[in-house]
């Protein structure tokens, strides 16, 4: 199985995604763009939010998804308080590294930290909320919300980790 390495902006936190990603989608709903604006205001941070609004993110599950270095310079930044989604950074450079749902199975790596190549976008979602009236491009698949594929694609990723 392929490791992947992911990595803040000046290399002092380091994480490894192992295997093939669930899925690559650009995410476009209120709550993205919301962090992703959150991490932008941090100083020094590089910038999350597309251009278009979009947030690039390659899905994992947990089981294939490790901090190796730096974990201690990982902070945590919610929305609200109780918020069961938490956005990772590492603090020491202000890099978003990955998106948590507590509850889930799967981490939301931001496609920026990938250290080689990024897997292709597969899909764009919650489109409805994109703020600019420009398209997404032709060739990749775009649903106004969660498409079917992606929950049966979350699905298929909770199937395996079970019988892994």
Not at 25 to 49: E, K
Not at 116 to 133: D, G, N, V, W, Y
Request: charged share 25%; glycine share 4%.
């Amino acid at each position: 199985m392929t490791t992947t390495l992911v990595s803040c902006s000046c290399g002092k936190v380091e994480c490894e995604a192992t295997g093939a990603p669930i899925l690559t989608v650009v995410c476009y709903c209120d709550d993205c763009q919301r962090g992703s604006r959150q991490i932008d205001t941090l100083p020094d941070a590089a910038p999350v939010l597309n251009a278009d609004g979009g947030t690039a993110y390659v899905l994992y599950r947990k089981d294939r998804f490790e901090c190796t270095k730096g974990r201690e310079l990982l902070l945590d930044l919610r929305l609200e308080e109780k918020s069961q989604t938490k956005r990772v950074v590492a603090g020491c450079c202000n890099s978003a590294m990955y998106l948590d749902f507590e509850k889930g199975h799967w981490v939301n790596v931001y496609r920026a930290r990938f250290q080689a190549e990024a897997p292709p976008i597969q899909m764009h979602i919650q489109t409805r909320f994109k703020p600019s009236l420009d398209r997404a491009p032709n060739n990749i698949p775009t649903y106004r919300s969660f498409p079917p594929l992606f929950f049966s694609k979350i699905l298929f990723a909770r199937i395996a980790m079970i019988f892994s």
